[in-house]
């Protein structure tokens, strides 16, 4: 419920404005997201067509070495000798292409099940309203340990257990959004003429729902990003020796007191990565998907 | 109120009945556990009889009826490593992870109230500037790397705190830091925008119109209705926090649940598994039903409806 707040509501003419909502706005946090995302950028694309060491070559004689040192390993080495910055490198694309798969099934649950909900109401509503309140109740690392333990930890397990719990915030808009157009003349007239339900939605009210989920899921990507590395770090995500930001963690804090490296560099991609994304969608969802999103909520 | 909050305890035994239950048929997908468990050598009979001596000779649906019957005498089954029953591995490990998870809400949540409280009765624009800021900041780092960074700035560089283990009350320092500044970060988000939604509001203008002061308003008015939707939100995060927790005792080697159910993975070990599960179901919903008991006191609409 969205409270349009008139001069009139505020006490006493003459006070300060008081805030409003406790977000951070305006163009600053987006120029701060687009430099930290650039950089990652370069990290993933441009990193593997520098002449570097191969991310799972070994070499023990050179094993932990300091970055800054040496100009063919310029982020240093890790235990087993291998090339850090490659390391980083590979590591983000997995990361990001996992993402992107996780938020891709995400996106096609809750679309889907959001539009249905939403344009059919009643007990069908109920129910997805139901389905995502069991989501929403178990924590995603106790689920993914529950089935790991069944199956065995893999890539494959969490991106399935990632992309069949995270949908439910794409279900919501996508929800609010098709009961606001259910009624519209565009989508009633074709009903009128003999069109099916099914059709009208995919070709009437799905145009007009996914530009706004589509800017969602991109943001959304990064949060993924956080939670698959947390994941990794507790060994229930992508498995060695495919290199992952989490695991390098998990790998570097053993060796914290010798070379604290180890862990500071991963640890920086990924904070470019989340707070990128984050500084730059805060320009996004606060201008123009917030008044669609805050509908939303029930 | 009576009906209501029986109504509210019947949801929460079908809750944690339909966890087990699922959790119950999950365990059985991968088939007998004997081939598994047992070293690479183990002869047919020896796996025949382990997975005998667990109950998985006989049909699924008894299996199923003897696990309901065992959840009536307190055991969700035993451990298949340790052959012990796999609740009283967690058991012990209960209090610490409570701790832990129970000290990082309660200082989160309370900081995030005053210091909302604060910026809302004295307007410090700059204040609010500052911690939006350093929430955005602490938000965009996973718990577990913060965690590491933690550590490695009080622990490794300037030796002030323990980072492993549990040597007193000076090792729950930096696990709840790392904990608590995130739920910080959320609950100063949510309480905000739920005190600034109240500020249009007729009632709060009615209140300024006969006079009322703005702190009085802001206290007495504004904050109970702010808190309906903010502790129903924590209600349904402190499950989530549980899973965080699970990653922070992991960071700093915590004795709590989270490292026993992280060895049943790598163990193959379901019941233990199974009886986390429990835990943290029960957990959940005994949560949530203190969650709707205070906010039916809050709100008479609540109960009413």
């Given at each position: 419920m969205t409270v349009a707040v008139s001069r009139f509501a505020l006490p006493a003419l003459g006070r300060r404005r008081r805030p409003r909502t406790l977000r951070p706005s305006g163009t600053v946090p987006m120029y701060i997201g687009i430099g930290l995302l650039s950089s990652i950028v370069l990290l993933i694309?441009?990193?593997?067509?520098?002449?570097?060491?191969?991310?799972?070559g070994q070499d023990l004689v050179d094993a932990m070495m300091p970055p800054f040192v040496a100009a063919e390993h310029p982020l240093g080495t890790d235990s087993l000798g291998r090339d850090v910055l490659s390391r980083l490198s590979l590591a983000g694309l997995v990361s990001v292409g996992i993402a992107a798969t996780v938020v891709a099934i995400n996106f096609v649950i809750g679309v889907t099940l959001g539009l249905i909900a939403g344009y059919r109401g009643g007990l069908l509503d109920s129910g997805i309203g139901a389905l995502s309140d069991v989501q929403l109740a178990m924590p995603v690392v106790i689920l993914l340990i529950a089935l790991s333990a069944v199956f065995g930890p893999s890539t494959q397990l969490m991106v399935i257990t990632l992309g069949l719990t995270y949908w439910v915030g794409y279900a919501r808009v996508a929800r609010a959004l098709a009961m606001g157009l259910r009624d519209r003349d565009f989508v009633v007239s074709p009903l009128t003429q003999g069109g099916s339900h099914g059709r009208t939605v995919f070709t009437h009210v799905l145009p007009q729902v996914l530009p706004q989920m589509a800017v969602i899921a991109s943001f959304d990507i990064a949060v993924i990003v956080g939670i698959e590395s947390s994941l990794d770090y507790l060994g229930l995500g992508v498995q060695p020796p495919v290199p992952s930001w989490g695991a390098m963690i998990t790998e570097g804090q053993k060796y914290l007191q010798i070379n604290p490296w180890l862990v500071i560099l991963p640890g920086i991609a990924l904070f470019l990565l989340v707070a990128g994304m984050q500084f730059l969608s805060q320009r996004f969802t606060t201008e123009s998907v917030a008044p669609a999103r805050k509908g939303a909520r029930r | 109120m009576p009906i209501y909050i029986a109504r509210k305890i019947g949801q929460a035994l079908v809750t944690v009945f339909a966890v087990l239950t699922i959790g119950f048929f999950l365990g059985r997908l991968?088939?007998?556990p004997g081939a598994l468990i047992?070293?690479?050598?183990?002869t047919q009979q020896e796996i025949d009889a382990f997975n005998a001596a667990l109950g998985f000779d006989k049909p699924l649906w008894q299996q199923y009826v003897d696990f309901l019957a065992g959840l009536f005498t307190g055991t969700v089954g035993d451990s298949y490593?340790?052959?012990?029953?796999?609740l009283d591995l967690l058991v012990d490990r209960i209090p610490a992870t409570f701790q832990l998870a129970i000290a990082s809400f309660a200082i989160g949540l309370g900081a995030a109230m005053l210091v909302a409280l604060l910026i809302f009765v004295t307007r410090w624009n700059w204040l609010r500037l500052a911690l939006l800021w350093l929430g955005s900041l602490r938000q965009a780092i996973p718990d577990f790397l913060f965690g590491v960074l933690l550590a490695f700035v009080f622990?490794?560089?300037?030796?002030?705190?323990?980072?492993?283990?549990?040597?007193?009350?000076?090792?729950?320092v930096l696990p709840v830091a790392c904990l608590a500044t995130a739920q910080f970060a959320l609950y100063l988000r949510l309480i905000g925008s739920a005190l600034g939604e109240q500020q249009g509001m007729d009632y709060v203008r009615a209140s300024y119109a006969k006079g009322q002061s703005h702190r009085s308003v802001v206290v007495a008015q504004m904050t109970p209705n702010a808190l309906v939707p903010v502790l129903t939100i924590a209600g349904l995060n402190l499950g989530g926090l549980l899973g965080g927790t699970v990653i922070v005792e992991a960071v700093f080697a915590w004795p709590g649940m989270g490292q026993v159910l992280l060895q049943a993975v790598n163990g193959r070990d379901f019941p233990v598994v199974l009886a986390g599960l429990a835990v943290v179901a029960v957990f959940f919903v005994l949560v949530n039903l203190i969650v709707d008991l205070i906010t039916a006191s809050i709100d008479p609409r609540v109960r009413l409806a």
């Open positions: 694309v441009v990193v593997p067509f520098l002449p570097l060491y191969d991310p799972f | 991968s088939g007998k047992l070293p690479e050598g183990a490593r340790q052959k012990v029953p796999a622990s490794v560089l300037l030796g002030w705190l323990p980072s492993l283990g549990n040597q007193g009350p000076q090792s729950l």
